[in-house]
């Protein structure tokens, strides 16, 4: 798992990691197709009136000395008429193939092989593949090629599911259950972020999507069921035993061990993800230790706090969360 | 001469107030409309949620709320009476048709204040949950409407002894606005009694 | 003796403000509503300012994510509720009854009772910068995140209840003004020859009236769930948010166009005056008004496209959406048609009506590609959204807003503004308007989401993020042109007389300002373009002049009513019982008081100029 998601990394970084310009799978395509579609009829128009309405100015513009009154002229009915027509018929060319969009975009009522319940948190993404019996958070691995089922909900405020090189947004509303479906045609990483204002972390709750190929999907979910669970190093240990003693364990869950917590975000398997803190870090042994060090000062409105660790805990930590694998 | 027709004239202003004042209070009552609307689509999407407490269905009692709705209307009618006595200038029967009204406006928030107390004696509280929340807001609100009105009444009834054009126009305002209220209540009872016991 | 004088100077400042304390004449409450928005405008643009500056590049630290997001839902509530709204309500106090030829509007103590409700509400909103913190959870202020679980602080409560005092202010007005243009135009001033200006005031309070009720009680939803404990937004007790939602839209789209008409009407009569030319497809023009309104309460649902209403629901707000285009489409080609073969004078109000037709075309192109449900999917709560309400509200309604400041200063205050400082303040607003905006439709389509308050460099968006603030600096320049030219012409502008701009509508044929009883022999009407067509007609006004004229007289209550509820709201807030009881207690005093207290009113005798 580890190589692909850096092989991901590697390629050529794009300009615009984030842009729906650049649609990477069927959904993000059938919207960019109807983007550009009404951008060239739109843009004809503008140009097409602008250009009337300039003409106009400067052959009408008042020269000096002549106030006569213009001409009455205050109606033509062909003219009108025509100018209800036009965009009468442009606007049918733009509603066909978005009301069939509407409905082809809409994820069948049976589920595919890979269906992924997302949970909104302020301000991270649990994500549950439920079929797989498999919880990570905020890096999305799918095998690539293949229509992906999510279904959204939220914890707690409205959130909003945006990778744009994959799929416009659904919103995350508690309460209720939403659902949508993306497919990355190539392996690689796709970026997105919450969508909607959810709080003072909004700006940082980055998802990623990371497409891999199916034999590489099924290492990962058969890593993310067997996970190593004791750690090699002795520093790793000492780590291992602060989790539980410290507080961390009352949040977070680790498959495999004692650990269960509910409220943050699942770590199985965290040594393998690319970023932390939401896709605010990556997931480095120093920027880890940044992050344990104080995580409100990173993500404002964390709701992880500070929990004053000493210098040698937050080694022990960083090294228990890196083996995990 | 010319002077007392300009006075006159300049008294039209004041004249074509009244006309105002009605046509004004028709387009605010559509405005409560629309309010009431948002109130009673609120419950309609919201009363199914009971969450273990009685909903409407179990919770509403139709013969005391009939009787409370039977009262209501009784006081458009007294309403009508003291405006037709404005009509035929007798002021003791406006008195009498006004305190009527009033006290059978306070009757109804009796019934209302009753229906209140036993339903959150069945555990239909404000808080607890959205459907107890949706049914308080929407007859609270309606409620208000009437003790509002109770109040335009009575101060009406202080100002009698005055009895001019001036004061028609106050009454006929007044009517208006209670009649209102009562239709609105017949909407409620209709939409959120009646159905909810039938389904 | 100098104390005396002192004294007797004092004095005579307190008769002033008193005087406008209880001023029921709509042309100073008009005035009332455009000093206040005007200064509540430069408020909100502070906002927006600090907003581009903390944008201006990547992780900056300006401003930290917590006042962040009370900037932007203040700037947002403040420009939408509290500036642009009362300043096109300021214009239609100040011109509307001169252009029906009315002497008032129906109502006057209602009237001023709307304006004092305004200030209330912004006062109140505002104050919460200094009591506690701003809101800070948007200008549409969803929930559950505005709800006390995710929010305990007092600013929601501040937008909550200051929204709402405000909110019933505007409902008032558009009941004062539907009455007013339906039952005191003057003799001959039929519906078809109204000035567009009064059609769309008209169009408006309709939108107003019936706009306004979703709103008044999605906030009682919401305060009654953070006072009371009500469980309308509370998930584990059964609550919907997606309620708030969409009662929001469904009073949010309308406001739209409560923001927008009015702009259309401006626009009418600026192209329509200096094109010296009656506007083209009149009627057409009035239906166009009529449909779009009847539309902006049937599209509500395109604000919530990714919510999960489901395929069905969004086809059908897609089309009622696009429709809109078509009736706006005919406007834009009226007006354009209207030039045609005029002789266009190219006045500071005329440049930014032209001004307005490009802009408008921009955001109502856009407009139209939002309407798109899957393309919308991408470009909703992004920066081409932001963009496109810019372009719409700026590009749209604020050109006009300027165009109106221009072309009605002289009437509201007897002098003329300068036209060389207009010209500054136009290009530098045009340009700057577009520097800043028209970056922002690639920032969203590129992936930005709104309401962030940073983003990283390797979004690649570094660069147009610091145009975009570029852009807003050059904007603000011309804006604190605007207030230098009003400034100079209120100490030494030429005096305007009644007729500068050689008008066509009935404000014009009455003295500037125009004296308190508006006209001293109400005008009697011929035809559309009423003022322009008695001017070129050889017949004399031969009846007489009215020498006793019924004017309602000043007073205090409804200034009193609106402290009452401002009383209430701080008790609500700072959760006092007893100050929510006398606040309350005032107000219904007000109200008891303005139902029964006789009006004797005054009877003024026109001075000679005024019957000119």
């Given at each position: 798992m580890g190589p692909s998601v850096i092989a991901g990394m590697a390629g050529a970084p794009l300009r615009y990691p984030q842009s729906a310009l650049a649609p990477a799978g069927p959904v993000a395509r059938s919207e960019f197709q109807l983007i550009q579609l009404s951008l060239v009829i739109m843009l004809g128009v503008f140009v097409a009136v602008t250009a009337a309405f300039a003409y106009t100015a400067v052959r009408y513009r008042s020269r000096p000395g002549n106030l006569a009154p213009a001409s009455a002229v205050d109606e033509n009915r062909r003219l009108e008429i025509g100018w209800t027509l036009v965009p009468l018929i442009l606007l049918v060319v733009m509603a066909v193939p978005t009301v069939k969009d509407s409905y082809a975009l809409t994820p069948p009522d049976t589920p595919r092989v890979v269906d992924v319940r997302v949970i909104g948190h302020q301000f991270w993404w649990e994500l549950q593949y439920t079929r797989l019996g498999v919880t990570t958070a905020n890096e999305l691995v799918i095998p690539y090629g293949r229509k992906i089922d999510l279904s959204l909900t939220s914890a707690d405020v409205i959130h909003s599911f945006w990778v744009p090189r994959l799929a416009g947004k659904t919103d995350l509303n508690p309460g209720q259950l939403n659902t949508a479906w993306i497919q990355a045609d190539r392996p690689g990483v796709y970026e997105g972020q919450c969508a909607e204002y959810c709080g003072l972390g909004h700006a940082n709750m980055h998802i990623r999507v990371v497409a891999v190929t199916d034999r590489e999907f099924a290492r990962w979910v058969d890593g993310m069921r067997h996970p190593r669970v004791t750690p090699a190093s002795a520093l790793a240990k000492r780590g291992m035993a602060l989790f539980g003693q410290v507080g961390c364990s009352s949040c977070h869950t680790v498959a495999g061990t004692r650990f269960h917590g509910q409220l943050g975000p699942e770590l199985t398997g965290m040594g393998n993800r690319a970023t932390i803190a939401a896709g605010t870090l990556t997931n480095t042994p120093a920027h880890l230790r940044r992050w344990l060090a104080n995580p409100p000062a990173i993500l404002p409105g964390s709701t992880m706090p500070d929990l004053h660790l000493t210098g040698s805990q937050i080694s022990a930590l960083t090294a228990y969360v890196e083996s995990l694998r | 001469m010319s002077d007392a027709r300009e006075a006159a004239g300049a008294l039209a202003f004041a004249d074509g107030a009244h006309e105002r004042a009605r046509f004004g209070m028709w387009i605010f009552l559509s405005a409560e409309c629309a309010f009431f609307a948002c109130l009673i689509g609120a419950y309609l999407a919201l009363h199914g949620r009971t969450l273990g407490v009685p909903g409407p269905g179990a919770l509403f009692d139709i013969p005391v709320t009939l009787a409370a709705t039977l009262v209501l209307l009784v006081s458009s009618l007294t309403m009508v009476l003291a405006v037709d006595a404005i009509e035929r200038e007798a002021v003791d029967a406006l008195k009498g048709w006004l305190a009527t009204t009033a006290a059978l406006g306070v009757t109804f928030l009796g019934f209302e204040a009753y229906d209140f107390a036993d339903y959150w004696a069945r555990g239909v509280t404000l808080q607890g949950t959205v459907f107890g929340s949706s049914v308080y807001t929407l007859l609270g609100f309606h409620g208000l409407h009437v003790a509002f009105g109770i109040f335009w009444i009575l101060s009406l009834l202080r100002a009698c002894a005055a009895l001019t054009a001036e004061g028609a126009v106050k009454t006929y305002l007044a009517s208006l606005y209670w009649h209102f209220v009562d239709v609105v209540w017949i909407v409620i009872f209709s939409v959120v009694y009646l159905v909810g016991k039938a389904t | 003796m100098a104390m005396a004088l002192g004294r007797a100077a004092t004095a005579a400042v307190r008769l002033r403000a008193w005087s406008w304390l209880t001023t029921v004449d709509h042309k100073r409450i008009g005035i009332l509503y455009l000093v206040t928005s005007a200064f509540l405008f430069l408020v909100g643009g502070f906002e927006a300012f600090l907003i581009r500056l903390q944008l201006i590049r990547p992780d900056n630290h300006l401003v930290s994510s917590a006042m962040y997001s009370q900037l932007f839902t203040m700037h947002g509530t403040t420009m939408i509720f509290l500036a642009v709204m009362p300043i096109l309500v300021g214009f239609m106090n100040a011109v509307m009854p001169l252009m029906i030829g009315a002497r008032d509007v129906a109502f006057p103590r209602?009237?001023?009772?709307?304006?004092?409700?305004?200030?209330?509400?912004?006062?109140?909103?505002?104050?919460?910068?200094?009591?506690?913190?701003?809101?800070?959870?948007?200008?549409?202020?969803?929930?559950?995140?505005?709800?006390?679980?995710?929010?305990?602080?007092?600013?929601?409560?501040?937008?909550?209840?200051?929204?709402?005092?405000?909110?019933?202010?505007?409902?008032?007005?558009?009941?004062?003004?539907?009455?007013?243009?339906?039952?005191?135009?003057?003799?001959?001033?039929?519906?078809?020859?109204?000035?567009?200006?009064?059609?769309?005031?008209?169009?408006?309070?309709?939108?107003?009236?019936?706009?306004?009720?979703?709103?008044?009680?999605?906030?009682?939803?919401?305060?009654?769930?953070?006072?009371?404990?009500?469980?309308?937004?509370?998930?584990?007790?059964?609550?919907?948010?997606?309620?708030?939602?969409?009662?929001?839209?469904?009073?949010?789209?309308?406001?739209?166009?409560?923001?927008?008409?009015?702009?259309?009407?401006?626009?009418?009569?600026?192209?329509?005056?200096?094109?010296?030319?009656?506007?083209?497809?009149?009627?057409?023009?009035?239906?166009?008004?009529?449909?779009?309104?009847?539309?902006?309460?049937?599209?509500?649902?395109?604000?919530?496209?990714?919510?999960?209403?489901?395929?069905?629901?969004?086809?059908?707000?897609?089309?009622?959406?696009?429709?809109?285009?078509?009736?706006?489409?005919?406007?834009?080609?009226?007006?354009?048609?209207?030039?045609?073969?005029?002789?266009?004078?190219?006045?500071?109000?005329?440049?930014?009506?032209?001004?307005?037709?490009?802009?408008?075309?921009?955001?109502?192109?856009?407009?139209?590609?939002?309407?798109?449900?899957?393309?919308?999917?991408?470009?909703?709560?992004?920066?081409?959204?932001?963009?496109?309400?810019?372009?719409?509200?700026?590009?749209?309604?604020?050109?006009?807003?300027?165009?109106?400041?221009?072309?009605?200063?002289?009437?509201?205050?007897?002098?003329?503004?300068?036209?060389?400082?207009?010209?500054?303040?136009?290009?530098?607003?045009?340009?700057?308007?577009?520097?800043?905006?028209?970056?922002?439709?690639?920032?969203?389509?590129?992936?930005?989401?709104?309401?962030?308050?940073?983003?990283?460099?390797?979004?690649?968006?570094?660069?147009?993020?610091?145009?975009?603030?570029?852009?807003?600096?050059?904007?603000?320049?011309?804006?604190?042109?605007?207030?230098?030219?009003?400034?100079?012409?209120?100490?030494?502008?030429?005096?305007?007389?009644?007729?500068?701009?050689?008008?066509?509508?009935?404000?014009?044929?009455?003295?500037?300002?125009?004296?308190?009883?508006?006209?001293?022999?109400?005008?009697?009407?011929?035809?559309?373009?009423?003022?322009?067509?008695?001017?070129?007609?050889?017949?004399?006004?031969?009846?007489?002049?009215?020498?006793?004229?019924?004017?309602?007289?000043?007073?205090?209550?409804?200034a009193l009513m609106a402290l009452g509820l401002l009383v209430a709201a701080y008790g609500a807030i700072f959760r006092s019982i007893p100050v929510v009881a006398a606040g309350l207690g005032l107000t219904v005093y007000g109200i008891h008081r303005s139902m029964f207290d006789v009006d004797p009113g005054v009877i003024v005798t026109p001075t000679e100029e005024g019957a000119a």
């Amino acid at each position: 798992m580890g190589p692909s998601v850096i092989a991901g990394m590697a390629g050529a970084p794009l300009r615009y990691p984030q842009s729906a310009l650049a649609p990477a799978g069927p959904v993000a395509r059938s919207e960019f197709q109807l983007i550009q579609l009404s951008l060239v009829i739109m843009l004809g128009v503008f140009v097409a009136v602008t250009a009337a309405f300039a003409y106009t100015a400067v052959r009408y513009r008042s020269r000096p000395g002549n106030l006569a009154p213009a001409s009455a002229v205050d109606e033509n009915r062909r003219l009108e008429i025509g100018w209800t027509l036009v965009p009468l018929i442009l606007l049918v060319v733009m509603a066909v193939p978005t009301v069939k969009d509407s409905y082809a975009l809409t994820p069948p009522d049976t589920p595919r092989v890979v269906d992924v319940r997302v949970i909104g948190h302020q301000f991270w993404w649990e994500l549950q593949y439920t079929r797989l019996g498999v919880t990570t958070a905020n890096e999305l691995v799918i095998p690539y090629g293949r229509k992906i089922d999510l279904s959204l909900t939220s914890a707690d405020v409205i959130h909003s599911f945006w990778v744009p090189r994959l799929a416009g947004k659904t919103d995350l509303n508690p309460g209720q259950l939403n659902t949508a479906w993306i497919q990355a045609d190539r392996p690689g990483v796709y970026e997105g972020q919450c969508a909607e204002y959810c709080g003072l972390g909004h700006a940082n709750m980055h998802i990623r999507v990371v497409a891999v190929t199916d034999r590489e999907f099924a290492r990962w979910v058969d890593g993310m069921r067997h996970p190593r669970v004791t750690p090699a190093s002795a520093l790793a240990k000492r780590g291992m035993a602060l989790f539980g003693q410290v507080g961390c364990s009352s949040c977070h869950t680790v498959a495999g061990t004692r650990f269960h917590g509910q409220l943050g975000p699942e770590l199985t398997g965290m040594g393998n993800r690319a970023t932390i803190a939401a896709g605010t870090l990556t997931n480095t042994p120093a920027h880890l230790r940044r992050w344990l060090a104080n995580p409100p000062a990173i993500l404002p409105g964390s709701t992880m706090p500070d929990l004053h660790l000493t210098g040698s805990q937050i080694s022990a930590l960083t090294a228990y969360v890196e083996s995990l694998r | 001469m010319s002077d007392a027709r300009e006075a006159a004239g300049a008294l039209a202003f004041a004249d074509g107030a009244h006309e105002r004042a009605r046509f004004g209070m028709w387009i605010f009552l559509s405005a409560e409309c629309a309010f009431f609307a948002c109130l009673i689509g609120a419950y309609l999407a919201l009363h199914g949620r009971t969450l273990g407490v009685p909903g409407p269905g179990a919770l509403f009692d139709i013969p005391v709320t009939l009787a409370a709705t039977l009262v209501l209307l009784v006081s458009s009618l007294t309403m009508v009476l003291a405006v037709d006595a404005i009509e035929r200038e007798a002021v003791d029967a406006l008195k009498g048709w006004l305190a009527t009204t009033a006290a059978l406006g306070v009757t109804f928030l009796g019934f209302e204040a009753y229906d209140f107390a036993d339903y959150w004696a069945r555990g239909v509280t404000l808080q607890g949950t959205v459907f107890g929340s949706s049914v308080y807001t929407l007859l609270g609100f309606h409620g208000l409407h009437v003790a509002f009105g109770i109040f335009w009444i009575l101060s009406l009834l202080r100002a009698c002894a005055a009895l001019t054009a001036e004061g028609a126009v106050k009454t006929y305002l007044a009517s208006l606005y209670w009649h209102f209220v009562d239709v609105v209540w017949i909407v409620i009872f209709s939409v959120v009694y009646l159905v909810g016991k039938a389904t | 003796m100098a104390m005396a004088l002192g004294r007797a100077a004092t004095a005579a400042v307190r008769l002033r403000a008193w005087s406008w304390l209880t001023t029921v004449d709509h042309k100073r409450i008009g005035i009332l509503y455009l000093v206040t928005s005007a200064f509540l405008f430069l408020v909100g643009g502070f906002e927006a300012f600090l907003i581009r500056l903390q944008l201006i590049r990547p992780d900056n630290h300006l401003v930290s994510s917590a006042m962040y997001s009370q900037l932007f839902t203040m700037h947002g509530t403040t420009m939408i509720f509290l500036a642009v709204m009362p300043i096109l309500v300021g214009f239609m106090n100040a011109v509307m009854p001169l252009m029906i030829g009315a002497r008032d509007v129906a109502f006057p103590r209602l009237n001023a009772l709307s304006y004092w409700m305004y200030l209330a509400g912004a006062l109140l909103l505002n104050s919460s910068w200094f009591l506690g913190g701003a809101p800070n959870a948007g200008w549409f202020n969803y929930a559950p995140i505005s709800t006390g679980a995710y929010n305990p602080g007092p600013g929601i409560d501040f937008y909550d209840l200051g929204v709402q005092i405000a909110g019933i202010g505007t409902l008032m007005t558009g009941i004062n003004f539907l009455v007013t243009i339906l039952a005191m135009r003057t003799e001959g001033m039929s519906l078809m020859r109204m000035p567009l200006f009064v059609w769309t005031t008209l169009i408006t309070s309709l939108l107003i009236i019936f706009a306004f009720p979703p709103l008044t009680a999605n906030l009682f939803f919401l305060m009654f769930d953070r006072l009371a404990g009500t469980a309308f937004f509370n998930v584990p007790h059964g609550g919907d948010v997606v309620l708030w939602e969409q009662l929001f839209w469904t009073f949010g789209h309308p406001e739209v166009y409560i923001l927008v008409l009015p702009a259309f009407g401006i626009i009418s009569e600026v192209v329509a005056t200096f094109s010296r030319k009656p506007l083209f497809g009149y009627a057409s023009m009035v239906w166009a008004v009529e449909v779009i309104a009847f539309l902006s309460f049937i599209v509500w649902s395109h604000h919530m496209f990714p919510v999960g209403l489901g395929p069905t629901v969004n086809t059908m707000f897609v089309l009622t959406s696009m429709a809109i285009a078509v009736p706006t489409g005919i406007k834009i080609f009226n007006w354009i048609a209207t030039m045609w073969g005029g002789r266009i004078q190219l006045t500071t109000a005329m440049l930014f009506a032209m001004s307005f037709i490009p802009t408008f075309v921009v955001g109502g192109t856009s407009g139209v590609m939002t309407a798109l449900a899957p393309a919308d999917m991408q470009f909703h709560d992004s920066y081409f959204v932001v963009a496109h309400l810019h372009y719409v509200l700026i590009g749209g309604t604020l050109m006009a807003v300027f165009a109106a400041a221009y072309y009605w200063f002289p009437k509201i205050t007897g002098r003329l503004m300068s036209e060389r400082l207009g010209r500054w303040n136009f290009w530098l607003v045009t340009v700057g308007f577009n520097v800043a905006f028209l970056p922002q439709h690639f920032i969203g389509l590129w992936g930005m989401p709104r309401r962030v308050y940073t983003y990283g460099p390797g979004l690649g968006l570094s660069f147009w993020n610091a145009l975009s603030t570029v852009g807003v600096f050059i904007l603000t320049l011309g804006i604190l042109v605007m207030v230098m030219n009003v400034v100079h012409a209120l100490r030494r502008g030429e005096a305007a007389g009644p007729d500068p701009w050689d008008g066509r509508t009935l404000e014009w044929s009455t003295a500037s300002p125009a004296p308190p009883y508006n006209f001293a022999r109400l005008p009697r009407v011929r035809g559309r373009d009423a003022f322009w067509e008695q001017k070129r007609s050889t017949e004399r006004e031969l009846w007489p002049v009215d020498r006793h004229i019924h004017l309602p007289s000043p007073t205090p209550v409804p200034a009193l009513m609106a402290l009452g509820l401002l009383v209430a709201a701080y008790g609500a807030i700072f959760r006092s019982i007893p100050v929510v009881a006398a606040g309350l207690g005032l107000t219904v005093y007000g109200i008891h008081r303005s139902m029964f207290d006789v009006d004797p009113g005054v009877i003024v005798t026109p001075t000679e100029e005024g019957a000119a």
